[in-house]
């Protein structure tokens, strides 16, 4: 008899193949009433080659089967019919045993074997090959780390046996560690749906870390999707690099920790670059709010897409900052609910928090301040975000004022004071203050205000006798600190204040409260001798007669106006240096004045 399958011709012996096969047997009964010797056979799953495996069987020859060919063999099995009803030891017997006994005992084969049924589909789904598969790799992983003797692919260029470099200690191998995400790079090699279900059938076997499950996913992205680690995804095949995007993100589990910050903005970046859903991107956005503490600059500085003319993606950053408040609000913490410290310290891990998101915004406005299309509204609305968050120094956010300033020179006097009005110059470092009495870039007024902070700290950590006195004195040349002086005066001073300084001018002030200082030191707390400190702050002033700070006649004003204030009330000025600070760094008011400059 003649079977043709495909392309190809089969001459072959009517009695071994009609007896194992039930089907062929139908098939030649219809040939015989047509009276025709040829069969036509064009649907048979594996095509030819499954069909030679299973005629060979029917002559009782030598079948060498693997983990690559089984499946077809198994399939045209099946479409030939070949079951136990029609002869004992058939091969749809022989072959389930070979699955049974050593493919589903096999870690690798058994992947390969899942990876072959895809085109066999729907006839490997219809029987059960996919879903033992399935359950075959899922127990593997389970598996203890202790018992996994088979190779796998995982890090294998670290490993020392496989690189010749296997450590001996006194002529005896040692054992070599195994880790618990071993079999995440053998399953990168699935194909996307495959894939899915394997990672599902682990997850709902329960038990798996969830790390290991993150670290699955992330080793899968890397490897499934071309340019992830630069955030460029070739437009070859959008519509499925969108699917595994999402796939990814739908089996993201949700334990906090289970991911790097880092992994997730990557994923955000892709979902934006593929145009992925608002679902995915919103629900991509929740979870790196929840880790935000965890990012660093370099991985918030995310691209701006192509019809943008700044040249980093700043808005995504501020709704990331906004998902990190919401998370902050909703009351989550670090701590279990059972934990006994969440309720001794219930703002300890939220405070925590505050500050590393605080650091890597100041750095990342930093960074961002480089691009000169960056508008000044997108730099301040970032930076007012994190303003009320807990910082040890506001060195940062000087840093990153100075950077903004450095690289857009045309911006107008209010938007600079505006600028500048982010950062509180009392928690500024010496290094910081340094750097600001010096720099060209900053308002007058800032440069005050440095100065003034400055001498109040130096004077406090020194023991200076005169300290109430003086700083007083100094307090009374900052805008909005006039102490009884008319708002006029003031008013007509804003331009000045606003105004940038010179080098010179710069340098003379420093000299002159320098000298100040080194006043103050020595004249110690005897009111008898406020007219000296009335006479160094007058030589301040009036070296900067021609508008640098004010006018002499707006300092005697103030001068005036400050000894009816002490003649008053003899008690301010009796005060030791200490009480007075601590009142002057714990006083609401005078904060409010002080950082309300107009």
């Known amino acids: 008899m003649v079977i043709n399958v495909g392309d190809v011709k089969f001459y072959l012996h009517k009695f071994p193949l009609l007896s194992k096969s039930f089907r062929l047997q139908k098939l030649t009964a219809n040939t015989n009433e047509e009276n025709n010797d040829e069969i036509n056979i064009d649907d048979i799953p594996g095509g030819p080659a499954a069909f030679e495996i299973c005629a060979k069987f029917c002559y009782g020859m030598t079948v060498t089967l693997n983990a690559y060919n089984v499946v077809a063999a198994r399939c045209a099995a099946e479409y030939l019919e070949m079951y136990e ?316 004022i100075d950077m903004y300033l450095k690289e857009h020179l045309g911006i107008t006097k209010s938007e600079r004071k505006r600028i500048c009005k982010l950062m509180d110059c009392r928690k500024l470092s010496a290094e910081a203050c340094m750097h600001a009495v010096q720099n060209e870039r900053l308002p007058l007024r800032v440069v005050v205000q440095v100065l003034f902070f400055e001498q109040a700290r130096a004077t406090t950590s020194s023991g200076g006798g005169s300290t109430p006195d003086l700083a007083g004195t100094i307090k009374s040349l900052l805008p909005g600190e006039s102490h009884g002086s008319s708002r006029s005066a003031t008013t007509n001073t804003d331009e000045d204040w606003d105004a940038v300084p010179t080098a010179e001018e710069l340098k003379a002030l420093k000299g002159e409260l320098a000298t100040l200082r080194l006043t103050d030191k020595e004249v110690g707390c005897n009111d008898t001798n406020s007219i000296d400190i009335k006479m160094s702050v007058e030589k301040v002033i009036g070296g900067k007669a021609k508008g640098l700070i004010m006018s002499k006649k707006l300092f005697s004003k103030l001068w005036s106006n400050k000894d009816r204030l002490s003649e008053n009330s003899s008690s301010d000025t009796s005060e030791s240096p200490g009480s007075s600070n601590a009142g002057e760094s714990k006083s609401t008011p005078s904060r409010s004045r002080r950082h309300s400059l107009s």
């Open 85 to 400: 009803t029609v002869e004992k030891g058939n091969i749809i017997y022989k072959l389930e045993v070979f699955l049974t006994s050593s493919i589903f005992r096999s870690w690798k084969d058994s992947i390969i074997v899942l990876q072959t049924t895809k085109v066999f589909l729907p006839w490997s789904e219809e029987l059960k090959i996919v879903s033992h598969c399935l359950d075959s790799v899922a127990s593997k992983a389970y598996i203890d780390t202790s018992k996994v003797d088979w190779s796998y692919t995982y890090n294998r260029k670290k490993l020392p046996s496989e690189n010749g470099s296997d450590p001996l200690w006194n002529g005896v191998q040692k054992q070599q560690y195994v880790p618990r995400d071993w079999w995440v790079e053998d399953l990168s090699e699935l194909h996307i749906d495959l894939y899915k279900r394997v990672i599902t059938t682990i997850k709902t076997k329960g038990g798996m870390s969830p790390e290991v499950i993150g670290e699955a996913l992330r080793a899968y992205a890397y490897r499934r999707l071309p340019g992830f680690s630069k955030g460029k995804i070739p437009g070859s095949d959008p519509v499925k690099y969108q699917y595994l995007v999402d796939m990814i993100t739908s089996l993201l589990p949700t334990e906090k920790h289970s991911v790097s910050c880092s992994f997730l903005i990557r994923l955000l970046q892709t979902s934006v670059s593929l145009e992925c859903g608002e679902t995915v991107q919103s629900e991509l956005k929740r979870r790196i709010g929840q880790h935000l503490d965890e990012a660093s600059v370099a991985d918030l500085l995310l691209r701006a897409p192509a019809n943008e003319t700044t040249t980093y993606d700043v808005d995504t950053v501020h709704e990331l900052v906004q998902q990190f408040m919401l998370q902050k609000r909703s009351g989550r913490s670090d701590f279990p609910e059972d934990n006994e410290f969440q309720e001794m310290y219930p703002a300890f891990a939220s405070d925590s928090s505050k500050v590393k998101v605080a650091r890597v915004i100041d750095g990342y406005l930093a960074e961002v301040s480089r691009d000169p299309n960056l508008p000044l509204v997108k730099f301040v609305n970032l930076a007012e975000m994190v303003s009320g968050f807990p910082r040890p120094s506001h060195d940062g956010i000087y840093r990153a």
